[in-house]
Every structure is written in C-alpha cells, then in structure tokens.
C-alpha cells in the first residue's frame, strides 16, 4: 500500500484529540486533513476526495452520522471509520447500518486504531482496482465482455466505435483466438442496428449446399426434406447485422452468390424465383491474410471491395501481453463464480511462466489456461503444479536471476530445480529423491549446502 498516496480526513472537535490523531497518521505516513466540526468536514468533502474519512460521532450542528451520510452520498466508495466517547450498543449499530466501516470508543489504543486504518483503507483500494477493472470491460451481447487497458487495443476498440455509427461493411484480421467476433458484437451493441439481430455464422463449418442453404434458406419442396420454407440468415438477420467467421473459408462459387446479395441487397430462397429484400450489416472475419488471398485467386476482387470497406487488424496475445494480469483476473472471476469455487489469483510464479509464454492460441488459450487452473485446484491460489505440462517445463527453462536478468550459475540452477520438484512433490523428500535421480542422504546433504530446509520429513 502507498501511504502516501492514501488521502484521510479527520474530524473531532476535541482540538487535542485532534491533533493528536492527526500527528500519529501523518508519521505513519498517510496524507491527513484535519478539522473541528462537521460542516467543515461537508465542504471539504464537497471539494476532495478522501479515502477514509475519521469523525467523532458527537458534535454540534453536523454530528458524525450527517458526517457519514454526506461523505457515502458524495463519494460512495469512501470508507468512514466512527469515534466516541459515547460507546452504546446502539449508536454502534446504527453506524455501521448506515455504511461505517467500524466503530472504536474513546479511550483508544493507537495500535487498534493503525490496524483498523490500514484494513479500511485496503478495502478502499480494492473498490479502486475493482473500479478500474470494470472501466476496461466492454459488455457486449448477454455476459459476454471484452477486456483490454492494452493502448493498441483501446484504439482499435475507439475505431470501432466510430466505424459502428456508419453503416459501412467491416472485416476483422487477425488470429485465431483474438477476439474477432466479440469486436464484431460491439460493433452491433453501439450501432444504429444494434435494436436488430446480431446472427453469426463460421463459413468454414459447413459444406458449400448447406452453407447456401443456412444463408440463403429454402422454399417449401425445393429438396428432398424441404417440408417447409426456411429463411437464411441473411434474411433472418434483416434490419441488424450477419458476423462471417472465416469468409475466406467460401468456395468461388458462393461468394458470387454472397455478391449479388450485397450488390442487390437481396437473396433468393434456394427454389424461388422471387426475390427478398434484405437491409443488413456485413462484418466478417479471417485469419489468413485476405489481400494474399486475393492475389492468389482464392477471393473474389470485387467480393473483397464489397466486404472490406474498413478493416481492423486484431494483436495477438503476444503483442499485448500487458493484458495478461487483466485477462487473467476476469478469466479467475469467471471460472470462479461458475464453478463456486473460491479461487482469488494466481501465483506469483505462474503470473511469470504466462508473461513469458507465447500463447499461439492467443486469448482463448489463456482462457483455457485458466479454467483448467480453476477446476484443478483446492486452494484459493493456483499454482504452477495446476499448469498444463508444457507450461510447467516453462519454469524450469527460464530461470533467470531476477536482480539482473543473467542466466545463473550451476548451483543456482540446480537449486531452482530442487525446489521446483519438492514443490511438485508436495515436500515428499522421499519422492524428490526418486524423482532427482539421488537417494535421500544426498538430497539432505544438497539441501543443507543451499541452506534451504533439511529437516526430516
């Protein structure tokens, strides 16, 4: 915690209790504001910010509870601790109905005051950090949210938004596992469409007769099964947008059809011959890159023209691995909440291992990553044990010293390396043993040279 950046206000209109308190916070280190009387404490708290707010809770015209209740209408996420003189039971419960952090009664230990300041305003900065997690959350359709404090990302995000408000055809490049159809999403949610269907469809899942048919639907007795008429997703889609996940993915033959219909803006049913009018939003998706794919005759020219109006290129994970501690909070969250697990983090030690590692996958590795982490464990932590293995062998490829960076010595190395199999071990310096190669006289003997713990076990 950075005292210093922690700002409190204190109220008592005893000027020796006052002072006194006042003195013992600022050599602990806070930034303390202090004053004798609750208006005055209201019009500070009408001009800053605080993050703990300290009152007596009898004084005159503004008592401490008009002091609470002015500091949580002004800034919700300020805690305010409560002093008296007066300790009731009732006052006490009072207080912490009306939002009080705790309650201390005069006379007071400074101990039992530092210990409840320091909890308090850990609280207040986990609002803080919560505050700024959900500030880097875009909620797209349901539950479904896109995180990033990455500035790459917040431009690309910012250049969707802008592009949404057009009506203009989008096609998303980059990896697979970036998070192409989730831009696609907020693309719709803060379009002029976004009232109207959002409807997605992965071009490579299907056979071209079925994709011509999931797209363009089918009229009643057009095929063998046909019992009814069916509308495609274009159709379907009508007055919102149509997501095309790996467009390139099309045969020549079915992107002249998609052409017409965006040249037309209209389709036909296989087995008609009436035509429908369609108003809808194009965005697709590819992984290859689509320019290539042009020049190398696997894409329509004209087709690419049409669909590529704006084109936004998403980073791999690798590129923006400031993300990582972000993502890897949301994804703890996630799996957490659904699993009913309590799981809070990751250590310190895996934190390491993924800012290192390469993700080919990309986010939806991490992912991954993460919900396997989740259901391994039982602690609240996970560990680099709950690592798939190849991770885990990332550990021990990679250790470096951390003042310096260098590569270490032997003896380092191979101290690492005990550690990291008792770790594995769970500290069974019988199986350690077995698994280092060395039997258990030799282990102790290496441990003691390290002077690491050699106790039995």
Not at 245 to 255: A, C, F
Not at 263 to 287: H, M, W, Y
Not at 344 to 373: K, T
Request: with cysteine.
């Amino acid at each position: 915690m950075n005292k210093e950046a922690n700002r409190l206000l204190v109220v008592d209109d005893e000027e020796v209790a006052l002072t006194n308190l006042v003195y013992v916070l600022k050599k602990e280190g806070y930034s303390v504001t202090g004053c004798m009387s609750g208006p005055d404490a209201v019009r500070l708290l009408e001009k800053h910010d605080y993050d703990l707010v300290i009152t007596d809770l009898k004084m005159e015209k503004v008592d401490g509870m008009g002091v609470l209740g002015r500091a949580k209408e002004l800034h919700p996420d300020t805690e305010v601790l409560m002093i008296t003189g007066y300790a009731t039971v009732d006052s006490a419960i009072e207080a912490m109905k009306a939002g009080a952090f705790h309650y201390i009664a005069k006379p007071y230990k400074l101990d039992e005051v530092r210990k409840v300041v320091h909890e308090a305003l850990e609280k207040t900065g986990l609002k803080k950090e919560n505050k700024k997690l959900r500030e880097h959350l875009k909620v797209f359709y349901g539950e479904t949210r896109l995180v990033t404090n990455n500035p790459q990302m917040l431009k690309l995000l910012r250049t969707a938004e802008q592009v949404a408000q057009t009506d203009s055809n989008v096609v998303l490049c980059g990896e697979s596992g970036t998070g192409k159809e989730l831009v696609a999403r907020l693309i719709h949610s803060v379009s002029p469409r976004k009232n109207g269907q959002l409807l997605s469809i992965n071009c490579g899942a299907f056979s071209e007769e079925l994709l011509t048919n999931e797209l363009f639907g089918h009229e009643k007795g057009a095929f063998t099964g046909a019992t009814a008429m069916k509308k495609g997703l274009i159709e379907m889609a009508d007055g919102g947008t149509l997501f095309l996940d790996e467009v390139t993915e099309m045969s020549l033959t079915m992107q002249v059809k998609l052409l017409r219909a965006l040249q037309e803006k209209e389709i036909l049913r296989v087995g008609s011959t009436t035509p429908v009018k369609v108003d809808v939003r194009f965005i697709s998706a590819t992984n290859r890159n689509l320019q290539e794919e042009v020049q190398a005759g696997h894409f329509r020219h004209d087709l690419y023209f049409r669909i590529n109006v704006v084109s936004l290129t998403l980073p791999p994970l690798v590129d923006r691995k400031d993300d990582i501690p972000l993502l890897v909070s949301h994804f703890l969250k996630k799996y957490a909440t659904l699993t009913g697990k309590q799981v809070e983090s990751v250590s310190q030690e895996v934190l390491d291992i993924l800012m290192r590692y390469d993700f080919p996958g990309n986010i939806r590795e991490l992912e991954n990553i993460i919900e396997r982490g989740v259901a391994l464990t039982d602690r609240p932590v996970i560990e680099a044990s709950h690592l798939p293995d190849d991770l885990r062998g990332m550990a021990l490829k990679t250790f470096r010293r951390k003042d310096s960076g260098e590569i270490p010595t032997l003896d380092e190395q191979e101290q690492a390396y005990i550690l990291w199999v008792l770790q594995e071990t769970a500290g069974n310096k019988t199986l350690a043993a077995k698994m280092l190669g060395i039997d258990r006289v030799s282990l102790w003997r290496k441990l003691k040279k390290y002077g690491l713990e050699a106790d039995e076990a």
